[in-house]
């Protein structure tokens, strides 16, 4: 699909703007964390990545009913995703297990720290399941952001509108010098904090510190009751 159906036609309606491929690295042992603005994301990053890229994607993507669910279900299977269970560390675990045994090959783990898409724009706090990858996987963490595929395909838009997809890589970060410290809650904080001050530097989005499921979950706020306007 990427390179001979439809790769070639999706590089000729979206001309991939492309900053800092540079920075990711042409082989070994690789995490690639983006921000999340869209569906279409999952379709950008292999578009414009040498490698290949596994993802992570939530469960619920394989598990659809009739025609849509199958096309979904193929699609994320066929592109090599991972079904991620969203309801707990405990349940997620086997997927990022599998991420390990990725990274263990010398392959790319893609993973979107914030667990689910931006309701709004802005860039929410990280999980800490891509610093568990990093701490024992020893592979470096190459941020890259997304720029503007919610413009091109918002939430709940089935056809994405015909724009150049823009998108930045940032330096690889050498976690290192907390070699042997996976499982400490406080040093994984700091990891996945330092992986969204990154993606906050690269993508020029508005850092909200609270997971993005939690504002997606709250009641939509009551309408403000209009003013009588004075005679």
């Known amino acids: 699909m990427k390179h001979i159906l439809l790769g070639p036609l999706l590089r000729l309606i979206f001309r991939p703007q492309v900053e800092g491929l540079h920075h990711l690295p042409d082989s070994g042992p690789v995490i690639l964390a983006s ?3 869209s569906f279409s994301d999952s379709i950008f990053t292999p578009l414009v990545v040498p490698r290949k890229v596994t993802f992570i994607a939530k469960a619920e993507y394989f598990t659809g009913r009739g025609i849509k669910g199958w096309l979904t279900k193929a699609f994320f299977a066929g592109t090599g995703c991972i079904p991620v269970d969203r309801s707990g560390g405990r349940a997620a675990q086997a997927a990022l297990d599998t991420q390990l045994t990725v990274l263990r090959a010398g392959g790319i783990a893609g993973i979107y720290p914030e667990g689910t898409r931006s309701p709004d ?3 929410f706090r990280g999980k800490t399941g891509v610093a ?8 470096p963490v190459v941020p890259m952001a997304m720029l503007n595929s919610d413009e091109i395909q918002p ?3 089935l056809i994405p509108k015909i724009a150049r997809v823009r998108i930045r890589f940032g330096a690889p970060l050498d976690f290192s010098r ?3 410290m996976s499982g400490d809650r406080y040093v994984e904080r700091a990891v996945t904090d330092e992986i969204m001050y990154e993606l906050m530097e690269l993508s020029g989005r508005e850092y909200v510190d609270m997971y993005a ?3 997606k979950n709250q009641p939509p706020a009551e309408p403000v009751p209009r003013q009588p306007v004075a005679a």
């Open 35 to 37: 921000n999340h603005l």
């Open 132 to 139: 568990r990858l990093a701490l024992e996987s020893g592979a």
């Open 178 to 180: 907390y070699a042997g």
């Open 155 to 157: 939430t709940g838009k």
């Open 121 to 123: 724009g802005r860039l």
């Open 213 to 215: 499921a939690k504002l």
